[in-house]
């Protein structure tokens, strides 16, 4: 039995951004990051990068709001890579110590927005719906109200289950619950097995889980085996054929539980480079190297606000102002309205702004007394660029 002390030391090793939850299940076949500090954490005695060096001159007023998130008396907490593209070309790079560009940093929930374009394939070749019921056994019962839950709402984080994504304590939340608790064997099973609180659509509720069902669901479509090697198997097929090797995301490595079931929401490696790759493939509209990898219309899906919460599209935050009493995600008074992001636990971003031409990557260790610092820093940067 998992205690909660061994749930609460495995969530701080997983925080630290190098902990592999399938290494931790004895699953292997993992991509293995690349060489750097134990655990993800900072050398003290390895000066940090700027690649920016080679790249051509900046202004420097917008280096200057650059190398703010790398200052030592900075309120935003660790910066550990920060990455800048203007027209897809980098005009600034820059890595905190101990890290450079091969080094792979956890995506937390920017996971989600990869796991929802992965569903717009599969939607766009027609193996799955976005309004049709969602295809989840547990759900197929007669009069259960979940088999009313659809693509849609899952996207949009209005699927009416049960669930507490932040816990108070930390180990009363679900998802840590999912992550590191019972429902660590088979996340989706856990997730799923959650009683309807809402009618689907009714209801904005932020949700982890959410994303484990999505993947499992894309995984049940991909193979009917049950044995989770030749689910992972699937599932890394799919993305590799798919997604990784036409953006060129080399570094990509998705996690998955005991059961095969990739962890959609929160565990995915990748360098900077490749989040950025990702970023530009967004800002492109889905397209990358001439080539339409993802149609328009999903495009136009993720990036439209969702019915209960404007700041949200689909698996995916836009600078819009969010109902009364939710945190800010991003900076809607500052920003431009076509402005979206992909956002991670602990301040990881890719931001992209299409009129704006640009994609930025931040990733790092911001805590969450630091977040308005961090959003003010960034946003500073982009009104700069």
Same mark, same amino acid.
């Given at each position: 039995?998992?205690?909660?002390?061994?749930?609460?030391?495995?969530?701080?090793? =997983?925080?630290?951004?190098?902990?592999?939850?399938?290494?931790?299940?004895?699953?292997?076949?993992?991509?293995?990051?690349?060489?750097?500090?134990?655990?993800?954490?900072?050398?003290?005695?390895?000066?940090?990068?700027?690649?920016?060096?080679?790249?051509?001159?900046? $202004?420097?007023?917008?280096?200057?709001?650059? $190398?703010?998130?790398?200052?030592?008396?900075?309120?935003?907490?660790?910066?550990? !890579?920060?990455?800048?593209?203007?027209?897809?070309?980098?005009?600034?790079?820059?890595?905190?110590?101990?890290?450079?560009?091969?080094?792979?940093?956890?995506?937390?929930?920017?996971?989600?927005?990869?796991?929802?374009?992965?569903?717009?394939? =599969?939607?766009?070749?027609?193996?799955?719906?976005?309004?049709?019921?969602?295809?989840?056994?547990?759900?197929?019962?007669?009069?259960?109200?979940?088999?009313?839950?659809?693509?849609?709402?899952?996207?949009?984080?209005?699927?009416?289950?049960?669930?507490?994504?932040?816990?108070?304590?930390?180990?009363?939340?679900?998802?840590?619950?999912?992550?590191?608790?019972?429902?660590a064997q088979d996340m989706a099973g856990? !997730?799923?097995?959650?009683?309807?609180?809402?009618?689907?659509?009714?209801?904005?509720?932020?949700?982890?889980?959410?994303?484990?069902?999505?993947? $499992?669901?894309?995984? $049940?479509?991909?193979?009917?085996?049950?044995?989770?090697?030749?689910?992972?198997?699937? =599932?890394?097929?799919?993305?590799?054929?798919?997604?990784?090797?036409?953006?060129?995301?080399?570094s990509l490595t998705p996690e998955f539980?005991?059961?095969?079931?990739?962890? &959609?929401?929160?565990?995915?490696?990748?360098?900077?480079?490749?989040?950025?790759?990702?970023?530009?493939?967004?800002?492109?509209?889905?397209?990358?190297?001439?080539?339409?990898?993802?149609?328009?219309?999903? =495009?136009?899906?993720?990036?439209?606000?969702?019915?209960?919460?404007?700041?949200?599209?689909?698996?995916?935050?836009?600078?819009?102002?969010?109902?009364? &009493?939710?945190?800010?995600?991003?900076?809607?008074?500052?920003?431009?309205?076509?402005?979206?992001?992909?956002?991670?636990?602990?301040?990881?971003?890719?931001?992209?702004?299409?009129?704006?031409?640009?994609?930025?990557?931040?990733?790092?260790?911001?805590?969450?007394?630091?977040?308005?610092?961090?959003?003010?820093?960034?946003?500073?940067?982009?009104?700069?660029?």
């Amino acid at each position: 039995m998992i205690t909660k002390k061994a749930m609460l030391a495995s969530a701080a090793l =997983m925080m630290l951004g190098g902990w592999s939850l399938t290494q931790a299940a004895g699953q292997g076949n993992i991509a293995p990051g690349a060489p750097g500090p134990k655990l993800g954490a900072s050398l003290d005695n390895v000066q940090a990068v700027d690649m920016s060096e080679a790249l051509p001159a900046l $202004d420097p007023m917008i280096k200057a709001k650059a $190398d703010a998130l790398f200052a030592d008396d900075s309120e935003v907490g660790e910066t550990r !890579a920060l990455y800048v593209l203007r027209d897809g070309e980098p005009i600034y790079e820059r890595y905190g110590a101990g890290f450079g560009p091969n080094s792979k940093l956890i995506s937390w929930s920017m996971a989600k927005s990869i796991t929802a374009v992965l569903a717009g394939i =599969m939607v766009s070749d027609g193996q799955l719906s976005l309004d049709g019921p969602a295809p989840v056994a547990a759900w197929e019962r007669s009069g259960d109200p979940r088999g009313a839950i659809a693509l849609r709402d899952l996207l949009h984080m209005a699927s009416g289950l049960e669930h507490v994504e932040n816990g108070d304590p930390v180990w009363k939340g679900d998802t840590v619950e999912m992550l590191f608790g019972s429902g660590a064997q088979d996340m989706a099973g856990f !997730a799923e097995a959650k009683p309807a609180a809402a009618r689907p659509g009714e209801l904005f509720n932020y949700s982890s889980a959410t994303s484990v069902i999505l993947a $499992d669901i894309m995984t $049940d479509t991909l193979t009917p085996s049950q044995n989770p090697d030749a689910r992972r198997e699937a =599932m890394r097929d799919f993305i590799q054929g798919r997604l990784a090797e036409p953006l060129g995301m080399t570094s990509l490595t998705p996690e998955f539980d005991a059961r095969g079931t990739m962890i &959609g929401g929160s565990v995915m490696h990748a360098t900077a480079r490749d989040y950025a790759k990702f970023g530009e493939f967004l800002r492109n509209h889905g397209v990358v190297n001439g080539q339409r990898l993802l149609p328009e219309a999903w =495009m136009q899906f993720m990036l439209t606000p969702s019915p209960n919460d404007a700041g949200y599209g689909g698996h995916i935050w836009l600078n819009r102002r969010r109902p009364a &009493g939710a945190d800010a995600a991003l900076w809607p008074d500052r920003g431009p309205n076509d402005l979206f992001a992909c956002i991670g636990h602990r301040g990881q971003y890719i931001i992209v702004s299409p009129s704006q031409r640009v994609t930025v990557v931040r990733l790092g260790i911001t805590d969450d007394d630091e977040f308005p610092a961090l959003r003010r820093r960034l946003a500073d940067l982009m009104a700069s660029l």
